[in-house]
């Protein structure tokens, strides 16, 4: 069974522009969370996706924003980026999003660079 | 606010030894407490996670314990070998209680010299 792609692997852009960044689940995983890692903060909890809707949220501006699709894939978005948002973002799928059964697989990440 | 932190930024330890890493956290008692692996340029592994009932888990050669009182994990790898190299991460799991999130520590970068 094929893993958790990410897409694309890095990125650079510059400050104020606006990025989208994509996350295939695991077949048959309906729940995808995203994260932010950074040296300085380590990784912290964006926003969970679960049959497209949002069901958990961490302590992220507005700026960030996602949704999930019909076939669980999801799409995270950051506007008005700021060099800060420079970062490793890793996409997680679990099966059904239960606290038992929440067995997350994370994927290989995408490398964001804000200039 | 909850708080979660890893004892050791490094652990380095002789090979077949066995690795103890710590996660401390302050304030709710998690409902689950994570385990994880990561590898440079790589997303976290999960390796095992505990309920906030359970006093012990295994998988092999990990040990995972859980005090409650103490506020406290303790992560175990026995027989330790040069590929258990890698960074540790705990993670408090308050994503289905009234916190809705997931809290991760900092991580224990931890080597075992052959």
């Known amino acids: 069974k094929a893993g958790v792609t990410q897409t694309p692997r890095y990125l650079i852009k510059t400050r104020g522009q606006q990025v989208t960044l994509s996350c295939s689940p695991i077949?048959?995983?309906?729940?995808v969370s995203w994260y932010q890692q950074t040296p300085g903060q380590g990784l912290q909890f964006l926003f969970e996706?679960?049959?497209?809707?949002?069901?958990n949220k961490g302590n992220f501006p507005g700026r960030f924003s996602g949704r999930q699709f019909s076939n669980s894939r999801s799409e995270m978005n950051v506007s008005t980026l700021e060099l800060g948002d420079s970062a490793l973002y890793l996409c997680?799928?679990?099966?059904?999003?239960?606290?038992?059964?929440?067995?997350?697989?994370f994927g290989p990440g995408t490398r964001l660079t804000v200039l | 606010s909850q708080k979660i932190e890893q004892n050791s930024e490094a652990l380095n330890i002789q090979e077949g030894k066995t690795a103890t890493l710590t996660c401390n956290y302050t304030?709710?008692?998690?409902?689950?407490l994570q385990w994880y692996r990561q590898d440079p340029g790589r997303g976290p592994v999960f390796l095992l996670l505990?309920?906030?009932?359970?006093k012990e888990k295994r998988k092999e050669r990990l040990k995972v314990t859980f005090d409650t009182t103490l506020k406290q994990s303790l992560f175990h790898i026995t027989a330790s070998q040069p590929a258990d190299s890698a960074t540790y991460l705990c993670?408090?799991?308050?994503?289905?209680?009234?916190?809705?999130?997931?809290?991760f520590g900092s991580g224990t970068r931890l080597s075992i010299r052959p």
């Open positions: 997680a799928s679990s099966l059904q999003g239960g606290p038992l059964t929440d067995t997350q697989y």
């Open positions: 077949s048959g995983h309906r729940s």
């Open positions: 996706y679960f049959s497209e809707t949002q069901r």
């Open positions: 304030n709710y008692s998690p409902a689950y």
């Open positions: 505990i309920r906030e009932n359970e």
């Open positions: 993670a408090l799991d308050r994503r289905y209680s009234s916190a809705s999130k997931i809290i």
